[in-house]
């Protein structure tokens, strides 16, 4: 069974701070995706990924993949509480548009 | 442009009943697909539809189904609710297929008494 792990699923951290969420896959997926959830409110796209060492930033988020480690990373870099937020990766193992989503790492971010 | 729309925004039923929900993508998008959102088993895929076929489907029973129009807008029947049915149905679009953007609507927040 495909099985996408995401961790911490909890994180609390002081504004300022880097931290990193990762994003691990049990089969190949040459197609990763991450999204971002406020409290009630829908999903919003921030990157997508398509291949092998892919890197994409936007303001203070970067996310990375390797597809051989079967691994996806998110970078947080000098937080600040409007990244606070439940971040969520999903794969697309078959290239078939079925995403599987991880289980969600919510981010805290305190003054 | 107008992003994703879903009525209705919520939504009580009781056991036994059947529902519908509405998706209209954003204009020029021919790809829907529906997720299912609970506390318990996180987000699931439903199905995707392309150009009016069902071209993916997830490991719902079949009491859950779905549709497009030609027009791309979509709708999803769950019939003979039951109390696990209770959660937030989101509905994304995008413009064809492979590797994009996925865009979500506000979803429907659905409660089975």
């Known amino acids: 069974e495909l099985k996408v792990e995401q961790n911490p699923l909890f994180l609390s951290m002081q504004e300022g701070k880097n931290y990193t969420i990762y994003c691990n896959y049990s089969t190949t997926s040459d197609r990763l995706y991450w999204y971002r959830q406020d409290p009630g409110k829908s999903l919003e796209s921030l990157f997508v990924l398509l291949s092998n060492g892919a890197v994409k930033q936007e303001g203070r988020l970067m996310a990375s993949l390797d597809t051989k480690a079967r691994l996806s990373t998110l970078h947080i870099t000098a937080a600040v509480h409007d990244l606070s937020a439940t971040y969520f990766c999903?794969?697309?193992?078959?290239?078939?548009?079925?995403?599987?989503f991880g289980t969600g790492t919510r981010l805290q971010v305190f003054p | 442009k107008a992003g994703v729309t879903q009525t209705p925004r919520y939504l009580i039923k009781t056991r036994g009943q059947q529902v519908t929900l509405s998706c209209s993508p954003i204009?020029?998008?021919?790809?829907v697909s529906w997720y299912q959102q609970t506390p318990g088993q996180g987000l699931q895929f439903l199905f995707e539809?392309?150009?009016?076929?069902?071209?993916n489907k997830g490991n719902f029973p079949g009491r859950f189904s779905g549709r497009q129009f030609s027009n791309s807008r979509s709708e999803m029947n769950v019939s003979t609710l039951e109390l696990g049915d209770s959660a937030l149905y989101l509905c994304?679009?995008?413009?064809?297929?492979?590797?994009?953007?996925?865009?979500f609507g506000s979803g429907t927040q659905l409660s089975v008494l």
């Open positions: 999903a794969v697309d193992p078959n290239n078939t548009d079925k995403l599987i």
């Open positions: 994304a679009s995008k413009v064809g297929q492979g590797g994009e953007k996925l865009f």
């Open positions: 204009s020029g998008h021919r790809s």
């Open positions: 539809y392309f150009s009016e076929t069902q071209r």
